[in-house]
Every structure is written in C-alpha cells, then in structure tokens.
C-alpha cells in the first residue's frame, strides 16, 4: 500500500521555486530518508505533507486519500516531529504529551494510556513530572517525539530530529525509528548526516535544488556510481600540501582534508594512472604517506557525483 504519493509537488516563495515538481511515492513499512544539503528543499516539503504549508501546485495523497479534500484524515494519520523543537516550557513532559494528543481527539483513560505510552518509549517516564526547561537538548528531542507519537499515527515525519544532541540521545532517537519501523509505522527521515541515513533507511531520495535527483537503497544509490573511487590517504603531516595543486592532478574529483588529523580524502576516477599520478605528487613533494586505504563508495560520494557538493560544504 502507498503510504504517501507526492505528484508533480512544487512549491514557490514568490519567484523562487523551493519545491519543484516533485513526485515520489512511500509505501507503507519503508524509512525512506531525505538527503540534502541546507536549503535542498526538505523542509518545505514535509510542510507540505503536514499541511503547514499550503502548495503551489501538485498532489499529496495520505493513505490513498488527497490531503486537500480531507486534511483530517491526513492529520490524524502524520505525526510531525519538526525541524524546531515545539513543546511548551510551562507545562511538565506529561502535560505536553496530554496536551497534543488531545488535539487528535483523544479523551480520558485512553488519553492518558497513550499519554503514558509515549513517554515510555522515548524513556521519558522517570521525568514525566519535570519541566522541559530543566531537560538536556537531547530530552527536549525525545519529549518533541513523543508529542507527535501519541496518537499513533501511521506515517512519522521526523525533520532533522538528531541535530544539536548529546551522542545518548541520538542513538536512542535512531534506535527508537527502527523500533516504530518494527512497530508498523512507515517513518519519513530527513537528514544530512549521511551515516545516520546509511543505518536506519531503506531507501533515499537524495535532494537538490527541490528537485530529487536520485532514489532508491543504499545499495541501489551506491551502484550509480561505476567510476569512482574513495582513497583515504593518511600523511606525516598536512603541513606542505597545497590542496589546490592537489586538485589539478587529472583524475582527481574531490579533496577532503581533515584539520585535526593528517588524513585526506581522495574522490578519485577509477585509472591507474590517476593514483600513480597522486601518490607522485606526494613523493616528489616530500611529503611523508603512512597509509593508503580504499574505500567502497559512499552515499557521500554519490552525492558529490551527482551534485557536485559536499553534503555539508
Ligand atoms: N517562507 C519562506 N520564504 C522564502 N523562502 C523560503 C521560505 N522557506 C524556505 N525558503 C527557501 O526555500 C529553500 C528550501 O528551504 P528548506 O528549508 O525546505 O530546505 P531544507 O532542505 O529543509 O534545508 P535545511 O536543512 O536548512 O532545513 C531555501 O532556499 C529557503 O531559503
């Protein structure tokens, strides 16, 4: 079953188009991940979906039925967790989750179980009483999490939702999209940081320019690229290398060069004469290799290849 259809979505900001002509289509038990550098798109495209954000022109379909002609249905059956924390500082953890799930009708004793079952899942229990001003980043996360599960909705949009979080915290919130995933939900997850997308999605759309340029599994993603090589290249020391020069070496695609450690990364095209190429330049410029590496390519690589970019530049 199609949990979600996107056609020919656009978005425009005045004269700038944000979103545009998107289509796609979610199937139910899929964590399909959003992958985008800043400004690809993400954002307002799940605006959309939730229906914060009104569209320009396209279709969304929410389980089979058009979000414009019944956006309760669709209400009922999202839980946003969005890119900003929303929760109100004022209430305990117990009352913010009481307070959104009642906005999806539910009342009483049913209310307060599922209340209750919300902060168990985000391990919020023991501080369902506190207030979120005395909550780490990573708490204020969880809380935001379980305001948006309550009323088990069947599709979870969650934007960004490790960004600025203690590692604890993060690896509860990844452990905690498989486990809705196990639980039957179908999950949205954008991000871009490419290894959390690696581990808990089982297909990407990779985004640019509110366009989606590529779509499938890692895997599927991974074999558009037949050319290209990654080379992790550990030296002495950074100090002597002018990166710019590095990048003029024929072949060469990419250079990531780590400040703290003496480590580059080499996006290189599949030639032997392009590595003899490098590692001659590093020799005859007297710089010191201590270890070459070859790396599978990464989702990293993928999008570099197919926009150019670094995810994070
Ligand atoms: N209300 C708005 N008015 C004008 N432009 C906007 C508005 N909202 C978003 N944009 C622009 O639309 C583009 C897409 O933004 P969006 O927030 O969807 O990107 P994103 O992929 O979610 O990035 P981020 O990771 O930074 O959230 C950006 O160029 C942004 O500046």
């Known amino acids: ?25 979610i199937k139910e038990g899929e964590i399909f991940g959003f992958l985008g550098s800043n400004g690809a798109g993400k954002s307002t495209t799940i605006n959309m979906i939730a229906s914060l954000l009104k569209m320009t022109e396209g279709d969304i379909t929410v389980l ?28 305990t953890a117990y009352e913010n989750v009481r307070f959104f799930a009642g906005l999806y009708g539910l009342r009483g004793s049913e209310l307060n179980e599922r209340v209750r079952e919300a902060l168990k899942f985000v391990g919020l229990t023991d501080r369902q009483k506190s207030y979120p001003k005395d909550f ?47 639980m039957g939900c179908t999950i949205i997850y954008t991000s871009h ?13 990779i985004m640019d320019h509110g366009k989606i340029i590529a779509e499938g599994t890692k895997e599927q993603l991974k074999s558009i ?38 480590t580059i990364k080499i996006n290189s095209e599949l030639e032997v004469n392009n590595f003899n190429n490098i590692i001659q330049y590093f020799i005859s410029n007297d710089i010191e290799i201590r270890s070459l590496e070859e790396n599978a390519p990464s989702l990293e690589t993928v999008f570099l290849t197919l926009t150019g970019r670094n995810l994070r530049d």
């Open 136 to 182: 780490s980043g990573g708490m204020k996360r969880r809380l935001n999490i379980a305001c948006a599960i309550a009323h088990r909705p069947k599709l979870i949009i969650m934007d960004e939702p490790t960004v600025g979080i203690d590692p604890q915290s993060r690896n509860h919130i990844l452990e905690s999209v498989k486990e809705l995933n196990r």
């Open 64 to 91: 089979g039925k058009d979000i414009n002609k019944d956006r309760k249905y669709a209400k009922l059956n999202i839980g946003l967790v969005p890119q900003d924390i929303a929760i109100y500082e004022d209430l």
């Open 1 to 25: 079953m199609n949990v979600l259809q996107l056609t020919n979505l656009t978005k425009k900001f005045g004269s700038f188009i944000a979103v545009d002509n998107l289509s796609l289509t």
């Open 225 to 262: 690229i037949t050319d290209t090589k990654d080379m992790m290249i550990e030296l002495r020391s950074l100090e002597n290398i002018d990166l710019e020069q590095l990048k003029d070496i024929t072949g060469i695609r990419a250079i990531q060069a780590d400040e703290d450690t003496s």
């Open 193 to 205: 940081y490419m290894e959390e997308v690696e581990e808990v999605c089982t297909k990407i759309a």
